[in-house]
């Protein structure tokens, strides 16, 4: 951003900047604060669609503020992996939002987590969520569990797959290097390699997240649930903190998302503190119009019948090595 | 594509918000207290003010009142720009909606259900059979009103009640 890529050069080769460490710091608590804030925003956009006037963007937040206030019941018969789950959720969460790339590329934790790291923290979470839902022992629980393992074994192995993808005019694994090389070749992004993994990318983000057409997070219906039949049984400060990491979830991934294939603005290794502020507005631009997008889209989609989503991940799938296969033997034009 | 042209066709469905029948000192009469729970808006809990997450209970209803309770979160009432919402699970609500008189296989379902419900809670008889048995008073399969059976912190009356009177009682709770 700012004039200072010699201290950036400096500063990469240690890989610790001071301008990453309060990137970090300004992103995760970015993505705290502003997760609630999406969710709320996709409801009121599809509100507004369907004619009602909707409870506003900032609904998500009155209902964890109450939350947090309720009784805690924990069901008789669970054990220690029903109350620790939603600790394990939010933890994993909130180091994902530290190192994946969502103000600056430079984060300190960047160096330690790449990709494989990523996608191993968004299943550590997730088999944490399915473990709960089996230990309640009921029936919607164990059947949610299923599904979204499911579902799991079939996203992760595509995030690893368009990721390679993105990688490879890279040459690194790293998200903070894929994003940076897209910022300094603005190019690389406009290949059909490239964009077969944003079709790809899209459509786990979609399932990895419980949105349309893969999980309906409005349903009422526990028969066709898939994250909400795991939740079932939590109450009070549990069921907060594993809505508000659900809400963490997709915003880091839109995020993401958004900088691997719009990475302008992004702060780096040099930037100062007008820097980190152009990354943080322009981050929050970018989510703004991929959740209105989403929750827009979302109007006209119908969930999809459950034995029909491996079709729609496997596709996915396809697309994604489809992806690997082209950035190997398509290279781009630079 | 005809889906984009009837949600510019139809713009904003829902009516403008009335103004609240409760704001005054005293309580309305369509959201009369059942006396052993206190009167007047202030002893509905605090907490739940601006969210008010709510599970709805069947306990022996003709599903008119349902029909009524769906029309609430049609975009014509829109109960949910006050901050109501439907769960799915008691354990995550706050307020149970209770409709019907209280049939003896449904008696120790609605108990459950009530104690799954975590603190603060608030439970609403809507209809007039969930207040006094309405038609059913005396049958054979019926235990008694919902108030007979568990605490009961609010009322709507009616047969069946229309939304605005149900809305009315859940502004009540969420203040908005």
Known sequence: MSGGTEVYAAQAADGFSASGAAGAVLQVAAVVAGAPLVIGWMRQVRARLEGRAGAGWLQPWRDLRKLFAKQDVIPRGTTRVFTTAPLVLAATSLLIAAIVPVVTTASPLDEMGDLFAVVGLLLVGTVALTLAGLDTGTAFGGMGASREVTIAALVE???????????????????????????ADPGAVATPAAALAFIALIVVVLAETGRLPVDNPS?????????????????GARLALVEWASAIRLTVLLA?????????????????????LVGLVAVAAKVCVLATLLAAGEVFLAKLRLFR????LAGSFLIGLLAVTASYFLPSPS | MGLV?????????????????????APPDQASKHPEAGGGAEALPAALRGSLQLRHVDAGSCNGCEI????????????????????????????????GVVTRNMTDALRDTVAATPEPRVVIAVGDCARDCGEFAGAYGVVGAVRDVVPVDAEVPGCPPPPDAIIQVLRQVTGR
């Open chain 1, 157 to 183: 192995p595509t995030i690893l797959v368009a990721g390679l993808a993105l990688s490879v005019p890279a040459g690194s694994s790293n998200l903070g290097a894929i994003v940076e090389s897209a910022v």
């Open chain 1, 219 to 235: 349903t009422h219906l526990e028969l066709t649930m898939v994250h909400e039949a795991m939740v079932l049984e939590y109450t």
């Open chain 1, 256 to 276: 993401l998302l958004a900088n691997l294939f719009v990475p302008w603005g992004i702060a780096d290794a040099g930037s100062g503190v007008a820097g980190l």
């Open chain 1, 309 to 312: 989503v491996p079709e729609l």
């Open chain 2, 5 to 25: 042209a009837s949600i510019r066709r139809l713009g904003r469905i829902a009516e403008p918000a009335p103004p609240t029948t409760w704001a005054g000192a």
């Open chain 2, 68 to 99: 009524e309770i769906g029309a609430c979160f049609s975009p014509v009432y829109d109960a949910e720009r006050y901050g109501a919402r439907l769960v799915a699970s008691p354990r995550h609500a706050d307020g149970l909606l209770v409709t």
